[in-house]
């Protein structure tokens, strides 16, 4: 018999979480989701305008923090770039809630694809090679050569 695979419910009605619910494999959807609520304890003020953000914890929500922390966004809405001080995406391959925050302040609904890491992704492509029947001795060596050029590319781009 089989099984479904389990699915989480989207909690918002913020587009970017259900861009990310048909992205991302589920463990990762649930991560970014967490970061998603975390978001909606922020508060972000402009420092430059359209460019700098100032993002840090409302008073009321800071109950389990020894200290406030402030986090800088910087964003390029032309290039869709968008970085952190935290590093987040840059660690673990996921937005973090600052940079969340700074796009719903701004109203950015869509996620740049290039936040998408491959590897987080649902869907994998496959790789499926039919072999003709019968292959001369030269074609062998170039099959050879073409799958050995194809994993070296793979393990660069793992």
Not at 24 to 46: G, H, P, S, V
Not at 141 to 155: D, H, I, K, Q
Request: proline share 3%.
């Amino acid at each position: 018999m089989r099984q479904t695979p389990k699915k989480s419910k989207p909690w918002s009605h913020y587009y970017m979480e259900q861009q990310a619910q048909e992205a991302y494999n589920l463990r990762i959807f649930l991560k970014f989701q967490w970061q998603l609520r975390q978001a909606t304890r922020l508060r972000a003020e402009e420092v430059e305008e359209g460019r700098i953000y100032k993002v840090y914890a409302q008073q009321r929500h800071s109950i389990n923090e020894s200290r406030n922390r402030t986090y800088i966004v910087v964003m390029d809405t032309q290039a869709e770039n968008y970085s952190c001080i935290c590093c987040k995406f840059q660690k673990d391959g996921i937005l973090c809630s600052h940079i969340l925050k700074v796009m719903m302040k701004k109203d950015i609904s869509k996620r740049p694809d290039k936040y998408i890491i491959q590897r987080w992704k649902k869907k994998e492509t496959k790789m499926f090679y039919t072999r003709p029947a019968s292959l001369p001795e030269e074609a062998s060596a170039l099959r050879y050569n073409t799958l050995s050029l194809m994993s070296a590319e793979m393990v660069a781009e793992g």
